[in-house]
Structure formats: C-alpha cells, structure tokens
C-alpha cells in the first residue's frame, strides 16, 4: 500500500510540472526565432564573465590567440573560448514571456543572483547586451535569461548554461610547451636512464653525447610529439617561494627543445609524484607557475641510448633488389627477377618462387630492427659467430651488384647476434626475425602441379 501511495503521489508531482511548465509558465507567452546575440566570432576582441565568486576577463591579442587579463594574467584555451562564443552566437530565443517580472519572479528563474553575467565587446568598441543566465527549467531542456535592460524572461537552450559553467582553471591553456616538430633543432634529455643531446642536421637526427650515432628517426619524431601534447591535469601555484617542496630543485628529469636563434628553446621540468594522486610535479619556467601532469608520461620520455638510436641494420631498396642469395650451412638458396618481374629459384633447384612468400621476405629485409647493440667496433668476429654465420643473406642488382649482405651468427639469451657486412657495429635480433630469416628451399619453391590421366586410362 505505501509503495502504490509513493508512486502515485510521483505521478502527481509530475503532472503537476508539466501543467505548470506548459500552461502557467506560458502563458502571455509568444513564439520567438530570433537569435540570442547577433555577432561574428571573428569580431570578438574582449569578454568578461561576472560569477558570484569571481570575475574572468579575457582578451583577444594581435596576433587571434586569447589571453586572460583577470584575476591573473595567462594564456586561455582556445577551444573553451570559442565554444561560449559559439554558444552565444547561434543560441536562439525559444520564448519570451513578457511583462516585468516580480522579485519572487526573479527568484524562481534564478536569476535574481544570475549563475552568470556575460558582456562582449567587439573590435569597434561596441559592447553588445550583457546576457544573465538563470536557472534550468524545471522540465526540458532550457533555461532561463534575461538580456541587457530588456524586462521580459527568455526561454533559451541550456546548452549555452552548461557552456559557461566554468572555473577559472577551465579558461587556462594547458598546453605546457607548444612548438613545431618540424622546426625543432635540438632535444635535450636528461633523466635517470642518461643524459642525451640529440641534434638535427638537415633533415636528420643525430645523437651527439655522450658519443656520436645516427637516431632513430621515428623515435625522435614519436618523442617530439608526446612533448608537445603535455596537458596540465592541475594548477598548484603560481609564484612559488621555492622549488624544493615539489623536487624541482632537483628534478627527475629535464627536457629542453631548441628551435633556433629566433624562437629559442623550451624547458620543463618533472618533479615528486603529487601524493595520492597518479600526477608529478612540472615547471616549465623555475620563477613561474607548477602545474602537475600525468605520471605515465615519465617512462615514455625517460629514454636509454638503446631506445634512441638507430636500429636499422640494412638499408634494402627493395624496389631495385633483383637477386637474392641465402647461404645457411646446409644450402644456398639463389632467387633471381625474371623479365616479368616474376620470381624463380635458381638453385639448388629450378622453379617458380612463390611470389608472396619472397614479397614477404624483401619487406622483412627492408624493415628490420635491431632489439639491441652488442659492440659498436667489432673486432673479432668469432666471438659473435659471425665468421661462420648460421645464416648470411645477399641482396643483388640487376646489374649483380651486391646492395647489402646480412650477417646472422650466435644465439644470445632469447635473440641473435647480427651484422651488415663492411660495418663494424654487432646488433641483436630476436628470435622470431631470425627464424622469418632462416628459410630453405622448400619456402620457396612453387610445387609443380601433377597432370591427371585422361578419361578412361589409368597408370601403369
């Protein structure tokens, strides 16, 4: 009984909603298409957001980026400035009740202590009405507003409510380094697993301490990125006293990016975990504001040698390979490029080569990786096995010229020792490409198809 009383008294109250919202509070009601606002966002030069706690003033600089100018002088985040614009801009009257509403009118619309007053001022100097947002209505999706020394109550979307529901930190850009990758000159590193100065000479990076090695591009390019796109999770301070609190003073790891004499360079700094957060500590000025960013950025910044180097092993144009010749102790195994581009196997036997299966194999030559760096001078080969190499494959011309030979010798742990011939430097490679490495004649070799006795006839 007490179960169907508290549904039907639900059921009352929501009737009752209804018949206020779409009777009462409608009545002397007339329908509108107008727009909120009419402006161009383009026009925009200064907005200024009264909340009963605080008062936000942003600016438009010369250049189109937004600052704000109060209570604290930082860059905006451009997408959450152009989203209230946006708001404002295409936001339409859904209705005007008309007539000047009492106090008590007011207090129920929420708007006798607005959530929210907004003024615009644009290039020319003209300030459009300022918009007072209220509350939601009590069903549907709107809310309530007032607009300039108007004294009708708007009905309009409460998207634009939920536009400018915001803090202060919400106005912030939280980009902590904005650069181009493309005109970086220069990465610093320097952390727990080295310290590294990474340079770039036309188009290509070099690692020049602690000794000199081609990098690996995609990793430098892969690392520019994530520095680029750090976002602030927190502000904590803005001026602080000092550094030692947060182990900035001596911070886990520093990274500096240099984009020339014009721009000059960029440098954060990564402190102490923030306590019961999954947060660390960041300045990217040692006199300026601390901010914290995510944790797992660390590990995908703090980077060994081995990570930063180049590991290509050959340099296989695959396009311009034409032979192939792959010697293992028990066979060598010849594949040539046929007029067609066709592949066959020369030896030890003669036949059609299985096209995919050689595709593959040129793609693996041309894409191999080290896993690893044994010794960057080699000068006994015997120690690697690669005297007698347990696989040595030999990429060809058309003209027979060899391109590249690749040198494949001892096991190590779970990988193999490897080497370009005619170059000191010894990698590893891990199993799995060794064994894609070490095919035979029978991978290879398209297996003839075996004709079919003719009707009527068998074989002897």
Do not use: C
Not at 233 to 248: C, H, M
């Amino acid at each position: 009984m007490r179960l169907r009383n508290t549904f039907l008294l639900a059921l009352v109250f929501i009737l009752l909603g209804a018949y206020v919202y779409f009777f009462e509070l409608q009545k002397g009601a007339k329908e509108k298409t107008e727009r909120l606002l009419n402006f161009r966002e383009e026009e925009v030069a200064g907005i200024i957001l009264n909340y009963p706690q605080q008062e936000i003033r942003l600016r438009k600089e010369v250049l189109g980026r937004w600052k704000i100018t109060h209570p604290l002088e930082s860059a905006a985040d451009e997408s959450t400035v152009s989203a209230i614009l946006a708001a404002l801009n295409t936001g339409e009257v859904k209705r005007t009740f008309e007539g000047k509403p009492s106090e008590a009118d007011l207090k129920n619309y929420g708007l006798d202590r607005p959530e929210v007053k907004v003024l615009i001022t644009l290039r020319n100097g003209v300030a459009l009405p300022p918009i007072f947002v209220g509350a939601k209505t009590p069903v549907g999706n709107s809310a309530y507003i007032r607009r300039g020394a108007e004294p009708g109550v708007l009905l309009t979307d409460a998207s634009i409510r939920s536009n400018l529901e915001k803090k202060l930190n919400d106005f912030r850009n939280k980009k902590i380094m904005e650069f181009n990758e493309n005109e970086a000159i220069q990465l610093v590193l320097r952390g727990t697993r080295g310290d590294f100065t990474l340079n770039k000479k036309g188009e290509i990076w070099f690692i020049d301490g602690p000794k000199s090695y081609r990098a690996d591009q995609a990793e430098i390019k892969r690392t520019l990125s994530i520095i680029r796109n750090i976002s602030v999770q927190d502000f904590i301070e803005e001026a602080p006293a000092g550094l030692k609190r947060y182990g900035l003073d001596r911070p886990r790891l520093k990274v500096a990016v240099f984009m020339g004499e014009e721009a000059g360079h960029r440098e954060i700094l990564f402190g102490n975990k923030r306590e019961g957060k999954e947060e660390v500590y960041l300045v990217s000025d040692p006199k300026g504001a601390v901010y914290t960013v995510q944790e797992n950025l660390l590990p995908q910044l703090e980077k060994d040698l081995t990570v930063l180097r180049d590991k290509e092993i050959l340099s296989v144009p695959r396009d311009q390979v034409a032979k192939l010749q792959i010697t293992t102790p028990k066979e060598t195994l010849v594949l040539a490029k046929g007029e067609k581009d066709e592949w066959r196997v020369e030896a030890p036997k003669k036949g059609v080569a299985k096209q995919p299966v050689v595709s593959d194999y040129l793609t693996l030559l041309s894409r191999l990786r080290a896993k690893g760096f044994a010794d960057d001078e080699a000068k006994d080969l015997k120690k690697y096995g690669l005297d007698s190499p347990a696989v040595k494959i030999s990429a060809a011309a058309k003209d027979g010229k060899i391109v590249e030979t690749l040198l494949v010798g001892n096991k190590t742990g779970i990988e193999y020792y490897a080497a370009r011939e005619g170059n000191p430097a010894v990698y590893t490679i891990d199993e799995f490409s060794y064994n894609e490495l070490n095919k035979q004649l029978t991978d290879f070799l398209e297996q003839e198809k075996k004709e079919s006795p003719a009707p009527g006839k068998t074989k002897n």
